[in-house]
C-alpha cells in the first residue's frame, strides 16, 4: 500500500462546517496529491504538494486548502463544507525523488455534506 | 493543461474473450500512460504503466499500446477472467509538469 494512510475512512458533515482530511506516509516520498472521486468524472486533482510548504493547485481547487508542514503529512482542508463536496477523497504519493514516478493511491475517505 | 479521454464508458464481454480500452491525449510532452484498476469500494492500483520511448508493454494478460503520432494509447485484457471485472483508469502525465490526469474511466463486465 505504498504506506499511505488516510484518516478518517469516513465522515459525515453539514454544510457550512470546516473539515480536515489527512494523509500520512511513512516513506519520504516528495510528491503527494489529493484527488476526489465523483461518477462520470473519474479522478479529478485538488492540490498537489511537491515539498514541505510547497503546494500547487490543481484542477478543481476551489472551496479547498491545503498544508504540508512535514513531509510525512498532507492536510486537505475544506474551510465551508458545501454539499457539493460530497465525494470519495484520494490521497496520493508519487514514488521516486523525481516527478513522473508510479503514483499510489491511499484507501480513500468518504465525505458526505448534508 | 493535459485533456485524458477515454472510451468507451462500459464494456462487456464474455469470459476468455479480450477487452480493450482507448485512450487519447492531446499534450505532446506527456510521456508516461499509467492504467489503474478500481475494483468497487477499494483504491485505484496500477497495474501496468508505458513511457513515450517504448510502443508496447506486456505483463501477462495484459498489455499496453502507445502510439505517439496519433496521441491515443490502448490497454488490451487477453483470456479476461470473472475477477477482471472492475473500472478501470487511464492517465498521463509529463516531466514537464507534477500533474497525472484521467481519463473518466471504464466499467468492465466479464460475464462467467
Known amino acids: 500500500d505504498a504506506g499511505i494512510t488516510q484518516s478518517p475512512r469516513h465522515k459525515v458533515t453539514e454544510t457550512g462546517t470546516p473539515v480536515t482530511l489527512r494523509c500520512h506516509q511513512t516513506e519520504n516520498h516528495r510528491y503527494m496529491y489529493w484527488y476526489r472521486q465523483d461518477p462520470g468524472h473519474g479522478l479529478r486533482l485538488i492540490h498537489y504538494s511537491y515539498g514541505v510548504k510547497d503546494t500547487d493547485k490543481g484542477e478543481v481547487s476551489d472551496g479547498y486548502s491545503v498544508s504540508r508542514s512535514k513531509t510525512e503529512d498532507f492536510l486537505l482542508t475544506l474551510e465551508s463544507a458545501t454539499s457539493s463536496q460530497t465525494s470519495v477523497y484520494f490521497c496520493?504519493?508519487?514514488?521516486?525523488?523525481?516527478?513522473?514516478?508510479?503514483?499510489?493511491f491511499g484507501s480513500g475517505t468518504q465525505l458526505s455534506v448534508l | 493543461g493535459e485533456n485524458v479521454e477515454q472510451h468507451p464508458s462500459t464494456l462487456s464481454v464474455q469470459e476468455g474473450d479480450s477487452a480493450v480500452i482507448k485512450c487519447t491525449y492531446s499534450?505532446?510532452?506527456?510521456?508516461?500512460f499509467p492504467w489503474y484498476k478500481q475494483e468497487l469500494g477499494k483504491r485505484p492500483q496500477l497495474i501496468i504503466d508505458i513511457r513515450s520511448n517504448v510502443g508496447e508493454k506486456k505483463d501477462q494478460r495484459i498489455a499496453v499500446t502507445l502510439n505517439k503520432t496519433a496521441k491515443h494509447f490502448s490497454l488490451h485484457i487477453t483470456e479476461t477472467q470473472p475477477e477482471d471485472s472492475a473500472v478501470y483508469f487511464c492517465?498521463?502525465?509529463?516531466?514537464?509538469?507534477?500533474?497525472?490526469?484521467f481519463g473518466t474511466g471504464t466499467s468492465l463486465t466479464v460475464i462467467p
Open positions: 492517465a498521463a502525465t509529463s516531466n514537464t509538469g507534477n500533474q497525472f490526469y
Open positions: 499534450d505532446s510532452a506527456s510521456n508516461y
Open positions: 496520493a504519493i508519487s514514488e521516486g525523488t523525481g516527478i513522473n514516478e508510479k503514483l499510489f
